[in-house]
């Protein structure tokens, strides 16, 4: 059973991100706020549930929440700055979208930079703990999927419709093979026999 919140009666957002340990596509993140008597069979951890009950799930979410957002950090930005300031840029932009300012921020994960003046705490497996990183887990997941999943026809032998830009072999051997594109992150080894950003 997940717990409803971790300040009672505070105005609580769960964040959290997905596409971190991609080498293509942008990372995306979410910031949730949920009733306090939010229920559902099946939220959980998004990776601990298939794809059918992320996808029922979703909408759920979106209709239920007091308040929701997803924003994303693009690979050219995640070059520059690195995955961790990217992932923490994204959810302060989802925060940023937000339709009411939360008071309080539980974050998935050990470390976060401040969001303005907002209190938080980090939630080491958060995502699988709190109703509000659950559901934040379960939208940037979802987001992240359907848009590497639109990318599919331009570039098929990247088989991002499965793997949604994660390093899987079939994905490193295409990228070996046909080089990179634009949707590649520069700044990760994409073939552990390259130094870092050869092929770009």
């Given at each position: 059973?997940?717990?409803?919140?971790?300040?009672?009666?505070?105005?609580?957002?769960?964040?959290?991100?997905?596409?971190?340990?991609?080498?293509?596509?942008?990372?995306?993140?979410?910031?949730?706020?949920?009733?306090?008597?939010?229920?559902?069979?099946?939220?959980?951890?998004?990776?601990?549930?298939?794809?059918k009950q992320r996808d029922a799930l979703r909408p759920v979410i979106e209709k239920e929440a007091v308040s929701w957002a997803v924003a994303k950090v693009n690979p050219s930005e995640i070059d520059k700055i690195n995955i961790l300031n990217a992932s923490f840029k994204a959810m302060h932009l989802a925060i940023d979208k937000l339709a009411?300012?939360?008071?309080?921020?539980?974050?998935?994960?050990?470390?976060?930079?401040?969001?303005?003046?907002?209190?938080?705490?980090?939630?080491?497996?958060?995502?699988?703990?709190?109703?509000?990183?659950?559901?934040?887990?379960?939208l940037a997941k979802t987001y992240r999927d359907i848009y590497m999943e639109s990318f599919h026809k331009r570039y098929p032998y990247f088989d991002w419709i499965n793997n949604k830009g994660y390093p899987t072999e079939r994905h490193r051997k295409a990228v070996l093979e046909n080089g990179p594109c634009i949707h590649h992150r520069k700044s990760f080894r994409l073939h552990p026999s390259w130094e870092q950003g050869q092929l770009f």
């Open positions: 059973m997940l717990l409803p919140y971790f300040k009672k009666g505070a105005l609580e957002a769960g964040c959290d991100e997905a596409g971190r340990g991609c080498i293509a596509g942008p990372v995306f993140a979410a910031a949730v706020i949920l009733p306090a008597d939010f229920r559902h069979e099946f939220l959980n951890d998004s990776k601990k549930i298939n794809r009411c300012r939360p008071e309080h921020l539980l974050i998935d994960g050990n470390r976060f930079k401040p969001y303005q003046s907002v209190t938080y705490n980090c939630i080491i497996k958060g995502d699988g703990k709190y109703n509000s990183i659950a559901a934040a887990s379960i």
